[in-house]
């Protein structure tokens, strides 16, 4: 489902759902957010993150994105708030199982993916490192701006490997019993968020071609960045998983 891009003025004054995104870079929290919706076939109009508005501040809460607004609701900034108040608008088709196992399970492996300490996570402090250290990663101005919001020390930097391995490992291992027992996705037989959320992820390793994903070279190449640790526990299981799940349920060429 395509959507539209408007002023912050206009987007402050419309009713009905509005998004705060981050513009021209494929944010693994924003694209999931804008997968969810797409999937539950919600309309809703995008307004890109302006650092510098602050009525955008006011009405968000915030300098951040994806927030989720609906009508004169409080603003949804979580993954899991988004993924909720999505549900709510559009129950079907739901993308959390009717299973109370299967719904922990949805939440425990979307904490593992864009969660604090998660995979998304913990690859942004990687890449805020690299930058800042002169390995390569996010520009050092970049990396600076988004150390001090979230919460980098040199020591979680150096660590993040580690945990981004261990992820990527559970995700892959995840993937091939699933494959086994006859199913192409993550839990059970059907699309969950954990599938979106995945896909949406590996565009930090690695991009999808430029045909599909417009961003800019330094940021492409910073997400391109890997070492023999990650490379090692970056299965083919992932990116096929990818591939699929953006062939089949969500719109592509990205809108960033």
Known sequence: ?????????????????????????????????????????????????????????????????PVLMYNNERPRASWAEILLLSERLAPNPSLLPKDAADRALVFGLA???????????????????????????????????????????????????????????????????????????????????VDIYSATSMAMFVPLPPEQCQMDGPTRAAFELRDPQIEAALDPILFQHRDMIFAERLELPLSL
């Open 111 to 193: 904490h593992e993916i864009c969660g604090e300490q998660g995979l998304a996570w913990s690859r942004r402090l990687q890449l805020i490192h690299a930058g800042l250290n002169n390995q390569g990663g996010l520009p050092e101005r970049v990396s600076k701006y988004l150390g001090k919001k979230y919460g980098y020390s040199p020591e979680a930097g150096a660590n993040a490997g580690s945990r981004l391995a261990d992820v990527l490992r559970m995700l892959a291992s995840r993937l091939k019993e699933q494959r086994q027992a006859g199913s192409r996705y993550y839990i059970g037989d059907a699309l969950t968020a």
């Open 1 to 65: 489902m395509t959507f539209q891009y408007v002023s912050v003025d206009e987007a402050i004054k419309r009713g009905g759902v509005r998004m705060v995104v981050v513009g021209g870079v494929p944010s693994p929290w924003g694209e999931a957010a804008k997968g969810i919706l797409h999937v539950k076939n919600i309309e809703w109009v995008a307004v890109r993150l302006v650092y510098d508005s602050e009525p955008l501040k006011e009405w968000a809460g915030q300098r951040s994105g």
